[in-house]
C-alpha cells in the first residue's frame, strides 16, 4: 500500500525548515538584515514567522507515520505515551541547557539562576508534541478537528475577553496582552532577554495552547498524506485546503490579527495555509513526479534535525560568549570579530550579515553530513 512507503519530501520539508531556522538565527549583524529574515517586529508577518510553525506541522504529520508504525508492531498506547514524556522532559532539558550555556564558564561570559530563561523553542516543540500525542491516541479523528477549534477558540477568547489588571481586556499591544501577564507573572524574569516588553516569552505559557492546534493540523495534513487517495488527489487536497486557510487566516485577522510574537489563532491558520501550500508542492515535485535532483543536503539536515538545531545553538551562543578588548579598548566578541574581519571586507554590510549565516548553514550542514556518512542518527 501506498502509505507504507516512506513520504521522501517530509525528510526534504524538515530538513528545509531547520536549514532555515539556522539561517535566520545567526545574522552576522543584526543591524545588517534583510527584513524577510527577521521577525514582523509585532503583527504582520515575514517569511521568518513561517519557519516554527513549519516545523511543528512537520512534526503533526510525522507523528502519524511514527505513531501507526509502532502501533502495528504491537506497541500500546501507554508505551508510546511514556515515549512521549520522555521526548518532552529530554526536549526541555535540551532547551534549558542552550538557554543558560556556556554557564558563565567562559571569561567575560555571564550568566545567572535568576533570568535563566525556562521557556523556549525546544520546550514548545516538546510540549506541543506531548499534548498532540494525548489527543491523537484517545481522540477519533473528527474529534481532534473539534480540539483544534477548542484550542484556537479558546485563545482567541482568552486574549480579546479576559482582563489584564491595570490594562483592560482585548489589549494585543507588546504590554498588556494576556500572554504577557501571565509570562510576566509566572514566569518574571525567566522570559526572552529580547523580547518586545520585560516578562514577554515569543514560546510563553499561554501562547503554548495555539501551538498544540498547529501541531495537531499538521496531524491532519498526516492522516490525508497517509490515506489510500492517489498522489494527485492528495496533492491537489493539500493545495485547495492551503488556499482555504490562507482565506480564512486573512478574515480572522480582522478581528484577531496575525501575529508570530502571540501565536494567534489567525496566525495558526493562515501559516498552516502556507505551510499547507509548501509542503504541497514538495510533495509534487518529489513523490509524485520523483525529481529529487538538490534534495539530499536537506534530507541530510533533516535526519538529525534536532541535534543539529541543538548543536547550532551552542556554537552561536559560544560566538557571542568569546569575548575580549581590542587594542583600541573596545570590546568586541569572537561573533563579530569574524563578521567583521572575514565577511564585511567582501560584501555590504547586508550581504556580509547574509554570508555569516550561510557560512553558518554550511558549517552546520556539514556535521549533519558527517553524522549522516557515519550512519550516526541520534533519535529522541
Not at 188 to 200: E, L
Request: hydrophobic share 50%; charged share 15%.
Amino acid at each position: 500500500m501506498e502509505h507504507s512507503k516512506r513520504i521522501y519530501s517530509l525528510d526534504v520539508f524538515r530538513g528545509a525548515t531547520i536549514a532555515a531556522m539556522i539561517l535566520v538565527n545567526n545574522a552576522g549583524s543584526y543591524d545588517y538584515v534583510y527584513p524577510q529574515l527577521l521577525h514582523a517586529e509585532w503583527h504582520g508577518w515575514t517569511f521568518t514567522d513561517w519557519i516554527f510553525p513549519f516545523f511543528l506541522f512537520m512534526v503533526g504529520m510525522s507523528m502519524v507515520f511514527s505513531f501507526e508504525s509502532r502501533l502495528k508492531h504491537g506497541d500500546t498506547h501507554q508505551q508510546i505515551l511514556r515515549h512521549s514524556l520522555k521526548r518532552l522532559l529530554i526536549l526541555f532539558a535540551l532547551g534549558l541547557f542552550i538557554n543558560g550555556f556556556p554557564f558563565g564558564l567562559i571569561p567575560g561570559s555571564q550568566f545567572s539562576i535568576a533570568t535563566w530563561r525556562i521557556l523556549g523553542v525546544l520546550q514548545r516543540i516538546g510540549i506541543c508534541y506531548f499534548f498532540t500525542s494525548l489527543i491523537y491516541l484517545n481522540v477519533k479523528p473528527k474529534g481532534q478537528w473539534l480540539w483544534i477549534g477548542i484550542l484556537l477558540g479558546i485563545y482567541w477568547f482568552a486574549l480579546k475577553v479576559i482582563p489584564v489588571p491595570g490594562y483592560g481586556a482585548g489589549v494585543l499591544e507588546p504590554e498588556g496582552n494576556l500572554a504577557w501577564f501571565i509570562d510576566k507573572t509566572l514566569l518574571g524574569k525567566h522570559t526572552w532577554a529580547f523580547a518586545p516588553v520585560f516578562g514577554f516569552d515569543p514560546e510563553g505559557i499561554l501562547s503554548t495552547i495555539p501551538a498544540i492546534a498547529s501541531t495537531l493540523l499538521g496531524v491532519q495534513a498526516g492522516r490525508w498524506l497517509r490515506s489510500e487517495r492517489s498522489q494527485e488527489e492528495k496533492t491537489a487536497g493539500m493545495f485547495v485546503a492551503g488556499n482555504l486557510c490562507l482565506l480564512l487566516g486573512i478574515i480572522m485577522n480582522i478581528w484577531l490579527p496575525i501575529n508570530k510574537n502571540l501565536w494567534t489563532s489567525s496566525y495558526v491558520v493562515f501559516i498552516n495555509g502556507w505551510a499547507l501550500n509548501c509542503f504541497a508542492t514538495i510533495y509534487w515535485i518529489v513523490d509524485v513526479k520523483g525529481k529529487t535532483w538538490g534534495t539530499k543536503p536537506f534530507v541530510i539536515f533533516g535526519m538529525n534535525a534536532i541535534t543539529v538545531y541543538t548543536l547550532s545553538e551552542l556554537l552561536a551562543n559560544l560566538l557571542w560568549a568569546i569575548s575580549w578588548n581590542r587594542a583600541d579598548g573596545t570590546f568586541t566578541t569572537l561573533h563579530d570579530a569574524i563578521y567583521e574581519n572575514v565577511f564585511l571586507p567582501i560584501a555590504s554590510p547586508v550581504n556580509a550579515s547574509l554570508l555569516f549565516a550561510i557560512a553558518f548553514v554550511l558549517m552546520m550542514y556539514a556535521v549533519a553530513w558527517g553524522m549522516w556518512k557515519k550512519r550516526l542518527f541520534i533519535k529522541i
